[in-house]
């Protein structure tokens, strides 16, 4: 009833194009079936998770099931492109995340156009990716390991879990504000390219908080930096690694989009859930185990977000001419 209520007092004022009542009632109805949510992405990773445990506290307060369904392929487009075809009614809904800022640049092709074809409904929260090496790499910090990439030009390689992604992403900046000779070796996820990491086959990663944290508790893996431009919540002692590269950020971030054209009555009732799940004590402890940052808000906030990565990532992209895979 609070989300309810609050869109009754967010409609009894300002001028509407329709009438008050008509308007009252299309909200109160929504959503009056199940709501699909395309995770772009194969299960257990972490769109699906976040997806899931959103999904969970809508279907619980929103009296109807918000039914998960995984589309993977082509780094996310596949299941973008379905969503942005699909009827605008608010009842299909796309997790959306970084790779759908990276992608906009990095592929030349596609049958959609993100920021066009997908609203902006909710963002969700952010999470650091981290500067890892293994235990016996000489560099203690960022500083050091900038020192001796510089020592050793062309001796390093990073490793990531494909073109395009945001670890990959997170190395091609690195490399573009410290002038390093870094290589980029992609694999086809996280987990085999950190197996060659701990192994010695690459000497770094800037991979997410969530692959990387069992393995930094276990000593397989120690910490340089983290990408955000505040501290990880998981990893207090771990520095940023703006201290060393001043005006160095990259997140993993998630949130909500639904097919351009939505009624913006189903986009803002949806968006008030968002916030309110955000809210609750109990999914931000489950959400802060993820190592997310929470990121509620506007619609327009989280479009203004999708806007600035996408010309964030354009830029480096087109400056290191990455090509997909």
Known sequence: MTILRRKFLQLAVGGAALPAISRMARAQVYPSRPVRVIVPF????PNDIVARVIGQWLSEHLGHPFVIENRPGAASNLGTEMVAHSAPDGYT????????????TLYDKLNFNFIRDIAPVAGIMRIPNVMVVAPSFPAQSVDEFIAYG??????????????????????????????LD??????????????????GQVQVMFDALTSTVEHIKAGRLRTLG????????????????????????VSNWFGFGMPRNTPPDAIMTFNHAVNDA????????????LGGILMPGSPADFGKLIAEETEKWGKVIRSANIKPA
């Open 42 to 45: 194969a299960a257990a990773g």
């Open 182 to 199: 870094m290589t980029h070796v992609p694999y086809r996820s996280s987990g085999p390219a950190l197996t060659d990491l701990i192994g």
């Open 278 to 289: 955000l809210a609750d004590s109990k999914l931000k402890v489950r959400l802060a185990e």
């Open 150 to 179: 510089k020592a050793n030009p062309g001796k390093l390689n990073f490793g990531s879990s494909g073109v395009g992604a945001s670890n990959h992403m997170s190395g091609e900046l690195f490399k573009a504000m410290t002038g």
């Open 93 to 104: 809904v796309l997790i959306v995340s970084s790779p759908a800022a990276i992608n906009a």
């Open 226 to 249: 983290v990408t955000t431009a505040t501290k990880a919540q998981a990893l207090p002692e771990t520095p940023v690694i703006a201290d060393s590269v001043p005006g160095y950020e």
